[in-house]
């Protein structure tokens, strides 16, 4: 089934119903919401970009985001999202890799394409040019779809720096969205989905269940995160629910006791895309009341492994609630979660291992990349990379990441991509990225650098080497010079003892 059904299926029901807002103000009801998205599909099949063929988002957090996605779904087309806050260079690498010939944006994102010399057709929806869409005869309902038919390619870096396709289903957004009301949260027409983190990566697929039940859509006008900005529409809306990085759950914390403000209109807060620290977790409970529940997802099982309920973020009368507050949660309905060792036998509960995962929310592969796939794709298995424990009850506690990965903020921050654009200085011969805790992002970047003999590290340089290539997040915030990385008998080099490093000089 073509998920873009549910979005048909609420518009015949409740044409009426309020369904998009930009900030406070109505920008399209269901029914204008449902017309909208079949003039996009209606448009990209006469482009020839019907069923099957990949069309871009490059696009900050708009109403017309919603738009396009739902009309490239009703087309039966595949929406390759990009988050909006990387390099052009970036960006066009994936259109690319992803053999997209058009690319919907926003007029700000459209000249950084332009610039990074991208092929493929733009279509700006803050331009004129978006009103031959807005003639076009719309689309009745959505194109018939297998369901195994690709809905989303989904692109998250891998360590070798390269983002990798993740293959996405219209059956494993089904999944994900039927797992939400079963192992998570419940949603009704009266509720409000608040947009303030990317639309390009989770918050960008938990809108269906919103759509499914007839429910609102809010896109801020400052088109991110401003504090004060959520808690004045959470409390004009009311039943707000939205989903937040962890860091942004401790900026909300802070902010709102500044301002002396309780989170009137919060209903739910879904944070996930990084490590919550206990006590930021148990401040925020304290502050804002049983609003927070968890979810634990990749882009290769999307939001779809664990979830902690609501009732376990804010229990603390179980004797375990503390250990609880610190996992994940537990499998969700749609998957199976075990423990594996290094040769993927499941290992006994409470044993540290590789998180691995099987089910129906788990990706066919990755998009033309069968050698990724075999790797990650073991036995029927999601190997995720992370490392995690199991307890008796079926809690799952991570304990490392397998990979490097820095997350910044909430976004992922690969270090050999930032290496690898490092090392293309010719006065730079070896550098090791890492990141370094950060009490406001969760983690920061940082670069040790040895430099070319005779040559002396030059903050500037580096800066704008980095500027220059790939997305200001990804840049080290700060630059160490050392005389040699220190390394193992292989030549690999030692990144516990970089982190060492920055433990000492804090």
């Not at 610190?326 to 040769?343: H, L, P, T, Y």
Request: glycine share 10%; aromatic share 8%; hydrophobic share 45%.
């Amino acid at each position: 089934m073509n998920i873009a059904e549910y979005l048909y299926r609420t518009a015949v029901l409740t044409p009426e119903r309020e369904a998009l807002f930009w900030g406070e103000d109505c920008f399209a009801d269901y029914g204008g919401f449902l017309q909208r998205a079949g003039q996009v599909a209606a448009w990209l099949t006469a482009q020839g970009a019907g069923k099957g063929a990949p069309v871009a988002i490059f696009m900050k957090n708009l109403p017309d985001y919603l738009i396009v996605q739902y009309g490239i779904w009703m087309a039966g087309a595949i929406a390759v999202p990009i988050n909006a806050k990387l390099h052009g260079r970036e960006a066009a690498w994936i259109i690319e890799n992803a053999e997209a010939g058009l690319v919907f944006c926003d007029t700000s994102l459209a000249s950084a394409l332009q610039e990074a010399g991208t092929t493929a057709q733009l279509m700006d929806v803050q331009s004129a040019g978006y009103d031959a869409v807005r003639r076009t005869e719309p689309l009745a309902r959505p194109v018939a779809c297998a369901a195994q038919d690709l809905a989303w390619l989904f692109y998250t870096s891998g360590t070798t720096g390269r983002p990798k396709g993740v293959m996405i289903t219209h059956a494993m957004l089904r999944s994900m969205a039927l797992c939400y009301f079963v192992d998570a949260d419940q949603v009704t027409p009266e509720d409000a989905a608040l947009y303030a983190a990317p639309l390009s990566h989770g918050a960008g697929i938990y809108n269906i269940m919103h759509v499914m039940v007839g429910a609102r859509h809010v896109c801020p006008r400052s088109g991110g995160f401003e504090e004060a900005e959520i808690f004045a529409l959470a409390a004009h809306f009311g039943r707000v629910h939205m989903f937040a990085a962890p860091t942004m759950v401790k900026r909300m914390t802070l902010a709102a006791k500044a301002a002396g403000v309780t989170g009137e209109g919060l209903r739910s807060v879904v944070y996930a895309g990084g490590p919550m620290y206990t006590a930021d977790i148990i401040e925020a409970v304290a502050h804002f009341g049983p609003v927070f529940l968890q979810i634990y997802g990749q882009g290769e099982c999307p939001m779809g492994i664990t979830a902690l309920s609501r009732h376990d973020v804010t229990d603390r009368s179980h004797p375990n609630w503390r250990a609880r507050l610190g996992s994940v949660g537990r499998a969700q309905s749609a998957v199976e979660v075990r423990i594996g060792g290094a040769d993927g036998a499941e290992l006994e509960r409470g044993a540290v291992g590789e998180i691995m995962v099987r089910g129906d929310t788990v990706m066919p592969g990755y998009w033309k990349n069968p050698e990724a796939s075999a790797k990650t794709l073991v036995n029927g298995w999601l190997m995720t990379g992370d490392m995690g424990s199991m307890d008796a009850e079926g809690y799952v506690t991570m304990h490392d990441r397998s990979k490097d990965m820095i997350i910044t903020g909430g976004s992922n921050v690969y270090p050999r991509e930032v290496e690898e654009v490092l090392l293309e200085l010719p006065d730079v011969e070896e550098v090791s990225v890492v990141g370094r805790p950060h009490p406001e992002w969760g983690e920061d970047v940082v670069a040790f650098v040895v430099m070319a003999k005779g040559a002396v590290l030059d903050h500037v340089a580096l800066d704008a080497q980095c500027l220059e290539n790939i997305a200001r997040f990804k840049r080290p915030k700060a630059y160490f010079a050392l005389d040699e990385l220190p390394k193992n008998n292989y030549g690999k080099v030692l990144k516990t003892e970089l982190r060492k490093r920055l433990e000492e000089m804090s």
